[in-house]
């Protein structure tokens, strides 16, 4: 039997045309997704809302972080408003919710973390939210996993061995005249953190213009704040002050952790590690019990490290908030390298164009 087919025209459907709304709804959606990408993956914008890290980087300086260099890392907390990162901006509403946590895992870099990188990273000792959630800190690293790093009459060691120090350094010092300085005099020599104290002055500014000032005859000295060796500061880490009698000035011995190494638990050295066994380790069942650790209801006498730590400080060491006082940073909290300065601008000035500090657009961080 003979089948035939009459040729049919096909039938040809006229596209069905967007709204405006509709057009703008999609462009809106594909540029947060595309914004969101490459926020998550390669930089992401920052800003130093503190003295901690004067001179290098100052109050009003707004950074690009590259989260190549050391690896971007995969979100930890999905569940979140799309380039926010604790609360929807302009308000305290939180961003996320913590009802659906991820393992997060750290793509490959194309670096590894160097002494002196100005690192950005979640501040560790944070509760109440997610670790990739919490609080942006920049510091610079000082301590890399396997180092031994001591302080000592504020000159840093590695491995018994002197650090060479970043060129911006500043501490405090204490600066003594009859005089009444108003604050052209420290404005025009870059002085911005001063106290006036019956018999002076406290200010915070690196050795080379402390030198300079001290040249000037109507200041009758100009001293370095330090503590003494062997007196215990407030609040320094590890939080042992019977034990361990470090200060900001003069600290450890203390080993930074290094993925693979093991160390023996002692009541001398439990309190060095025991936060980093018992938070940043992610260990289900450890505890601490009448000075002694336990892992799964075990006794243990000794602990190999599932990751890498970190020693960070600002470069304003007699004002900066940093590992001194709470401990390592986690390999996992790290974000990524501050590689360059796009703006910066003044706390005050008369207007827009003098807000702005020219001289350090575009400059790269060091």
């Given amino acids: 039997m003979k089948l035939n087919f009459r040729n049919k025209k096909p039938v040809v459907k006229s596209p069905v045309k967007k709204s405006l709304a509709r057009e703008w709804g999609d462009a809106i959606m594909f540029a947060v997704v595309f914004a969101s990408i490459i926020r998550w993956a390669t930089f992401e914008a920052y800003a130093i809302p503190t003295p901690s890290m004067e001179k290098s980087l100052l109050v009003g300086d707004y950074l690009f972080v590259s989260k190549l260099h050391y690896g971007s890392r995969t979100p930890a907390t999905p569940l979140q408003v799309p380039l926010t990162h604790q609360t929807i901006w302009g308000t305290e509403i939180p961003s996320y919710s913590n009802a659906l946590q991820l393992k997060s895992f750290r793509l490959p870099g194309f670096s590894e973390i160097k002494y002196n990188d100005a690192v950005v990273f979640n501040y560790p000792v944070e509760e109440g939210r997610p670790l990739d959630l919490k609080t942006y800190y920049i510091k610079r690293c000082v301590g890399l996993a396997g180092d031994t790093i ?52 406290v200010i915070l500014t690196s050795p080379a213009k402390a030198q300079q000032l001290a040249s000037i005859d109507f200041i009758q000295e100009v001293t370095q704040k330090k503590e003494l060796l062997g007196v215990a500061g407030a609040g320094i880490f590890p939080h042992a002050p019977e034990r361990y009698k470090w200060n900001e000035d003069n600290f450890g011995p203390l080993y930074l952790p290094e993925k693979g190494a093991t160390v023996a638990i002692t009541p001398k050295t439990l309190p060095l590690y025991q936060k980093v066994i018992l938070e940043y380790e992610q260990n289900e069942k450890a505890e601490v019990q009448n000075g002694k650790l336990y892992l799964n209801g075990n006794e243990v006498k000794q602990y190999t490290f599932k990751q890498n730590y970190y020693f960070m400080m600002g470069d304003n060491r007699h004002n900066s908030l940093d590992s001194r006082y709470w401990g390592f940073v986690p390999e996992d909290h790290v974000v990524g390298k501050a590689v360059f300065v796009w703006m910066s601008v003044y706390a005050d000035g008369d207007g827009l164009l003098d807000k702005v500090r020219w001289n350090r657009l575009f400059s790269a961080i060091r």
Wanted: charged share 30%.
């Fill in 150 to 201: 001591s302080i000592r009459d504020t000159q840093i060691y590695i491995n018994g061995k002197v650090m060479v120090n970043p060129g911006e350094r500043q501490f405090a010092y204490f600066l003594k005249t009859d005089r009444v300085l108003n604050d052209s005099f420290f404005r025009e020599r870059d002085i911005t953190e001063t106290h006036q104290t019956p018999d002076g002055y």
